[in-house]
């Protein structure tokens, strides 16, 4: 399992493979899904030989359904590009797989038949504003689907706050650990934040920690090769996205890049 205690002391580093728009949604072209293979197949590759545990494939359609359901032809898509990345990477490397904004049910159906070992619920309790409307938690929905499918060996990383679940109002450490706890009661094997203030940041973890000392806590961003032995020194892992895509969002991880970032958490 990939929250396993010896991958939590060595933290966890899961890279964002970005693909181009799916088949089934409007911004997709005639290609496009041969070009997200051969990117799936590349970023792969530099994130193991750079060090990193695993990878998070993550469309990239721009324009997303505020519900848990999506395009047939998206699902079949996504699976195709999971099942290559879970071919490319071999035993010993993570894959998960997250059809965005909150398709949990649909990346819970192709994490369980590609093999892989996770998906990344945006809003797994509780609701959030989006660019696409009021994303509203079904989890009843997500917890019987996961049953129904024997999918209880893919794991869930919940995010409660960060790029995708946003947060009202100033820090409320009792709402953020509340919603945790509902996260876990739920199925969550993980809990995802992120703060670009790296205090309140700390701040975040620290009150998780104490409050759910068995949950893991991944950052949903923020680090880079400077600030990484800083950043991940309290929380349990960390997705990265843009750092190991030197900065151009949605572009091809870079092999040193990677190296760099381990070496230095490692360091």
Known sequence: MMFKEENLRSKLVLGLVHLTPLPGTPLYTEGSLERSREKVKRDVNALAEGGAQGCLVQSV?????????????????????????????????????????NCITPSLAVAKVCGADFTRCSVLVGRSPSPFGMIEA????????RRKIEAHNVQMIAEISGYHFAQNGGYDANALIGMAKSAVTVG???????????GLND??????????????????????????AQRLSLADGALVGSCFENGNWGGDICVNTVRAYMARLRG
């Open 138 to 145: 079904d989890p009843l929905k997500v917890m019987e689907y």
């Open 61 to 101: 359609d721009k324009i997303y359904p505020s519900t848990d359901d999506t395009d047939y032809a998206r699902v079949a898509a996504m699976a195709l590009l999971v099942e290559t990345a879970r071919r490319e990477a071999g035993s010993g490397f993570y894959v998960g797989a997250q059809l965005m904004w």
């Open 188 to 198: 969550a094997n993980a809990i995802e934040i992120f703060n670009p203030d790296p």
């Open 203 to 228: 701040r975040m973890v620290k009150d998780l920690k104490a409050a759910l000392p068995n949950t893991p806590v991944i950052l949903g961003g923020g680090t880079n090769v400077d600030n990484v």
